[in-house]
């Protein structure tokens, strides 16, 4: 028998309807625990095995932080030696934030984000060029013919959306003679142990200069020398401020637009992040979609009367102060309430949808005097828009919603970086080209990038793209090629997320860990699933154990070790019925041996059943990749939808 510390031994597990059993589990091999459904697959793998790692894992805690976390209850077992740190990858952790998607979870995103920074080209906005870098005179010179006679500003960038107390740079600033600092936009004198919140992003410039423009020699000098000093403590960019206006303006010696002067500051990777103020897009919060009123939704029957409740969100006619504002933008355009909603003018249309202010008079014939009347009305769309956006109650949300369209932001066409961002390229594709390729189409386009490289490019990329290629292969060994990194994880099936957490795990090469699964081939069509096989083993040959809840019988005959639970579900189960290498439980007559001996399968009927003659039909099914798909599903029978994983079979849209 060999060593103790080549296993993970278990005695006297009792966890649900487990028989108090023993069992040693080798270390560093692939396990599979199987069985039928409720023998108590899980109650030992998650329920004793993982339960008890995170037990421990908790112990190692501080008494101060344990009183927070609160201690985890110890599972019913007499003992489990020789257990490592334990990783679960089950099915149903995925994030369902909106901000997380299959890029920032595996970190590729990152990486992207990096490569962007540091070796992508920028391109003008506004013209489309390529940025250029100026030379000090030719900044000096834009800036004369744009700012003659303007007071101004000038300041060295030093810190830019970093977290920190900058104690030291505040006393640096200080020694090198200068008087003023701009902190996150205000201007400050620089004072003994000035110091910002260390927990906070901040921006910080150095003032160098402040200075009014005139023609003549004095001034032309000092706007030089400060042009060189900021760019040298700014790292080459310099910042103006026109203290007229306050409007801001960055001159780089690196990025600027030659025909129209625009210039990007330096990127960073936070420029291309979507979850940071400083990439994302500033119409949909970086979200990439948005909730915008529709018309048609608030005036669904234009036929109607507004008093017979023409605005869907109002309904008929009520005595409240909305319909008082309506009458008065009724008498100022000379309509009548009870007039069909596409007799009304379009300005009055326009106002009682947008809203607007004004003040008229009626002369009221009968008493012969004039009285004046005052709209101030806010517009019912512009209402349920404001509802949405900021009201706090999900009440009020849904309701607002129901008059909306939900839709691509405009702004950024659902890439949900902010413009300039979007105009950085590497080989002609921006970030987001490539968050929107799929894996396979990606891994591609990253093997041929080097040879569209520069040097220079090249040497500043060649560790990154190391990074970004393993991790890419990762996600197409678990058979996820067909995923783009830009997918929201809120869309994933729980298969697909455990897959992604699975590439993850391979992909930060830990050793001695026990990882346990959940029976990750579920969903899988067979060529994936050799492809996950793989993916397992080569966990394993990192040097880690791995066990995998599984029924799968590709999954079951790759294993080193089989653990069969049984003999049947609930309290006849709970029991070991087989363990061994797969030759092993074959010789058996198990349940599990006699599938694995194929000497019972499922049988295929012998008379297929006709169905009820009803259908569903789907008409032109666009959902994620569907092309535009037409087809008819039979009722009354059972219906099978297959292809490889992710051609899309379960998009419910
Ligand atoms: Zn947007």
Redesign the pocket.
């Known amino acids: 028998m060999a060593k103790n510390e080549d296993f993970i031994t278990v005695l006297g597990a009792r966890v649900h309807n487990l028989k108090n059993i023993d069992v040693q589990i080798p270390r560093e091999n692939l396990v599979v625990i199987t069985g039928l459904s409720g023998s108590g697959k899980s109650s030992l793998a998650f329920d004793t095995i993982y339960a008890e790692g995170q037990r421990r894992y908790i112990e190692t805690f501080s008494a101060y932080a344990r009183q927070f976390l609160g201690g985890l209850e110890r599972p019913d077992v007499d003992k489990i030696d020789g257990l490592s740190p334990v990783i679960a990858i089950e099915q149903k952790t995925t994030s369902k934030s909106p901000r997380s998607t299959v890029g920032t979870i595996t970190e590729i995103y990152d990486f992207l984000r990096l490569l962007f920074a540091r070796a992508a080209d920028a391109y003008s906005y506004n013209t489309g060029e390529k940025m250029v870098s100026y030379s000090d005179e030719q900044i000096k010179t834009l800036i004369e013919e744009d700012y003659l006679e303007k007071k101004l500003t000038i300041l060295a960038p030093v810190v830019r959306s970093r977290k920190g107390h900058y104690r030291e740079l505040f006393e640096q600033i200080a020694k090198q003679g200068f008087l003023k600092v701009r902190v996150d936009g205000e201007l400050l004198d620089i004072t003994k142990g000035m110091k910002v919140d260390r927990y906070k992003n901040h921006d910080i410039e150095i003032v160098i200069d402040r200075l009014q423009l005139s023609k003549g020699n004095e001034y032309q000098n000092r706007l030089q020398e400060a042009i060189k000093t900021s760019m040298y403590h700014g790292n080459d960019v310099m910042m103006l401020i026109e203290q007229e206006t306050q409007e801001v303006r960055y001159f780089s010696r690196a990025l600027m637009c030659p025909k129209t002067g625009i210039s990007y500051p330096l990127p960073e990777p936070n420029n291309f992040s979507f979850n940071s103020p400083k990439g994302?897009?500033?119409?949909?919060?970086?979200?990439?979609?948005?909730y915008e009123v529709n018309v048609d939704k608030i005036v669904p029957d234009k036929k109607l009367s507004i008093k017979q409740g023409a605005l869907a969100p109002q309904g008929p006619q009520k005595n409240n102060w909305i319909f008082k504002q309506l009458e008065l933008i009724a008498e100022r355009f000379q309509f009548k309430l009870s007039d069909p909603f596409e007799k009304i003018p379009e300005e009055a249309v326009e106002m009682i949808l947008f809203g607007g202010k004004e003040k008229f008079d009626i002369e009221s014939k009968t008493l012969g005097i004039t009285r004046s009347y005052k709209i101030d009305f806010e517009g019912i769309a512009t209402f349920i828009q404001n509802t949405f956006n900021n009201n706090e109650s999900t009440s009020l949300k849904r309701w607002a919603k129901e008059f909306m369209n939900h839709i691509s932001?405009?702004?950024?066409?659902?890439?949900?970086?902010?413009k300039d961002s979007l105009f950085f390229k590497i080989n002609n594709k921006n970030i987001a080209e490539l968050a929107a390729m799929d894996i396979d189409e990606l891994q591609k386009w990253f093997l041929s990038l080097p040879k569209q490289l520069s040097v220079k490019q090249f040497q500043i990329a060649e560790e990154i793209l190391k990074e970004v290629n393993t991790r890419i292969q990762f996600l197409s060994d678990v058979g996820l090629n067909y995923l783009s990194l830009g997918r929201s994880s809120k869309s994933l099936s729980g298969g697909e997320a455990q897959r992604i957490r699975l590439a993850t795990q391979i992909g930060s090469q830990l050793v001695g860990v026990l990882y346990i699964l959940d029976e990750p081939s579920i969903g899988l069509h067979q060529r994936d699933n050799e492809r996950l096989i793989k993916a397992l083993m080569q966990l394993r040959d990192l040097g880690n154990s791995v066990i995998v809840v599984e029924h799968d019988k590709d999954m079951i005959e790759h294993a080193d070790h089989i653990i069969d639970i049984g003999p049947a579900a609930g309290k006849y189960g709970g029991e070991i019925i087989s363990e061994g290498t797969p030759a092993e439980v074959k010789k058996h007559h198990t349940l599990t041996a006699q599938y694995l001996n194929n000497e019972k399968q499922i049988e295929v009927p012998k008379e297929r059943r006709k169905g009820n003659g009803k259908s569903i039909k789907l008409t032109g099914a666009t959902g994620n990749n569907l092309k535009n798909v037409t087809l008819e599903i039979p009722l009354g029978k059972m219906v099978g939808v297959t292809g490889v994983s992710e051609v899309k079979i379960n998009t419910h849209q």
């Not at 994302?280 to 948005?290: A, E, K, S, T, V």
């Not at 932001?409 to 659902?414: A, L, N, T, V």
């Open positions: 994302m897009c500033p119409h949909c919060n970086g979200l990439g979609h948005l932001c405009p702004e950024c066409d659902g890439s949900r970086l902010k």
